[in-house]
Every structure is written in C-alpha cells, then in structure tokens.
C-alpha cells in the first residue's frame, strides 16, 4: 500500500522557518517527481515546488511566490522529501501536501498545517 507522509507543519510567527518532511512507504521515491502544494481555506490547491526523479541534484522549480525563501530537497536514502521554508508570511498558511507522480501514477498525501501568525 502507498503512502505518502507529511509532517513538519505548525504554528509560527511571521518570519519564522519550518520544515516539512514527506514520508513515502511502499514506493521508492527515486523514480517520481515529488512536489510540495498547499491549499489555503475558499481557495484553490496551488503548486509550490517541485523536484524532478532521481538524485537529489535533480532540477527543480518554485513558485514567484515563495522562490528565494523556500528549498526543497530529496534524500533518496531516506526515501523521503523535504521543503524548507524561510521567512514565512501569513499568507503562507495553508494545509501542504506532498504528491509523487511519473506521469502515469500520482499519489497524495492527507497533508500538514502551516499556520502564520503572531
């Protein structure tokens, strides 16, 4: 059975870090794109970054919105992904979820708060 983890979210004051983790059990994250999205309340789910299949050296991409402040990460040994999040707004709260997709396959996680406030 797949499933894909996240954990990391919370409470943080503005201009705070957190980092989220993606778990993955019973697929080996190496061969999948694994990318970070989050969904704030009356809003659509929007993609925030992405990394593509392989080593951890693979390419990635972010959204305007959060490049400069947020890296993500792969460490396949782990079989897990990670985003890292710096200098958080309040406009970043919203539930993140990770997906692991090939093109032909997508899983989701059931996602992690992240609340920005003070």
């Known amino acids: 059975q797949v499933q894909l983890v996240e954990s990391g979210g919370g409470l943080v004051q503005p201009g705070g870090s957190l980092r989220l983790s993606c778990d993955a059990h019973?697929?080996?994250?190496?061969?999948?794109?694994i990318g970070w999205f989050r969904q704030a309340p009356g809003k659509e789910r929007e993609g925030v970054s992405c990394i593509r299949s392989g080593s951890a050296d693979s390419s990635t991409y972010y959204a305007d919105s959060v490049k400069g402040r947020f890296t993500i990460s792969r460490d396949n040994a782990k079989n897990a992904v990670y985003l890292l999040m710096n200098s958080l707004k309040s406009e970043d709260t919203a539930k993140y979820y990770c997906?692991?997709?090939?093109?032909?396959?997508?899983?989701w996680g059931q996602g992690t708060q992240v609340t920005v406030s003070s």
């Open positions: 997906s692991a997709e090939t093109g032909i396959l997508k899983y």
């Open positions: 019973g697929i080996t994250l190496d061969y999948y794109a």
